[in-house]
Nanobody, 127 residues
Framework: QVQLVESGGGLVQAGGSLRLSCAAS????????MGWFRQAPGKEREFVAA????????DYADSVKGRFTISRDNAKNTVYLQMNSLKPEDTAIYYCAAVLREKIVVITTLQGAYDYWGQGTQVTVPS
């Protein structure tokens, strides 16, 4: 049974930092590209960041470029999202997702392409 378990969320003041982790029980984790998405209250879920299976290629939403960094450790079956200079508009539930690398061209920002999803972790940045 595939499981993606996010952790590291919490309450942080504006300008602060958090590091989210997503532990995957995927067989052969390196066969998967990974992504982070978020859903703010009253809004649709949106793309945040993605990373290829080899970590060579990454992509970010414009709203987080220069502040967030996605990384992965294939030996630990874990993907990370380092979030710096947090803003109130970053408040959301953050989800990680996995997609088989054979199904896409390196990485994808499209939610519908992802095969597996975690349950999410809440990040709150008070205004």
């Amino acid at each position: 049974q595939v499981q993606l378990v996010e952790s590291g969320g919490g309450l942080v003041q504006a300008g602060g930092s958090l590091r989210l982790s997503c532990a995957a029980s995927l067989h052969t984790f390196s066969r998967y590209a990974m992504g982070w998405f978020r859903q703010a209250p009253g809004k649709e879920r949106e793309f945040v960041a993605a990373i290829s299976w080899s970590a060579v290629t990454t992509d970010y939403a414009d709203s987080v470029k220069g502040r967030f960094t996605i990384s992965r450790d294939n030996a630990k079956n874990t993907v990370y999202l380092q979030m710096n200079s947090l803003k109130p508009e970053d408040t959301a539930i953050y989800y990680c997702a996995a997609v088989l690398r054979e199904k896409i061209v390196v990485i994808t920002t499209l939610q519908g392409a992802y095969d597996y999803w975690g349950q999410g972790t809440q990040v709150t940045v008070p205004s």
